[in-house]
């Protein structure tokens, strides 16, 4: 694996833990796609740092648990919004 990848894998978990953040928040920050994000987090990152790996699948693993309460919330808000129009 090239140094580039490994380093951006590595900044990737470290991004996702301090903020928290999504696939698509981390993706968008990045410059990279979704699949990049989590083949990264998942595959890559556990040959270079498995203990940092662990971690971040932590909080994607949270945000996979919330997203459809997420999704209702954005569902809900767009509907709102709507009313008030």
């Known amino acids: 694996m090239k140094d580039y990848i490994e380093e951006r894998a590595v900044e990737i978990a470290y991004y996702i833990i301090e903020n928290k953040a999504t696939v698509r928040q981390t993706a968008k ?14 595959e890559r990152l556990l040959q270079v740092n498995p203990s940092l790996a662990a971690e971040a699948r932590k909080i994607l693993d949270l945000n996979k648990s919330e997203r459809h309460i997420r999704g ?14």
């Open 72 to 85: 209702g919330l954005a569902t809900r808000e767009k509907y709102l919004h709507l009313e008030h129009s």
């Open 29 to 42: 920050a990045f410059g990279v796609s979704k699949s990049t994000i989590h083949k990264d987090v998942t």
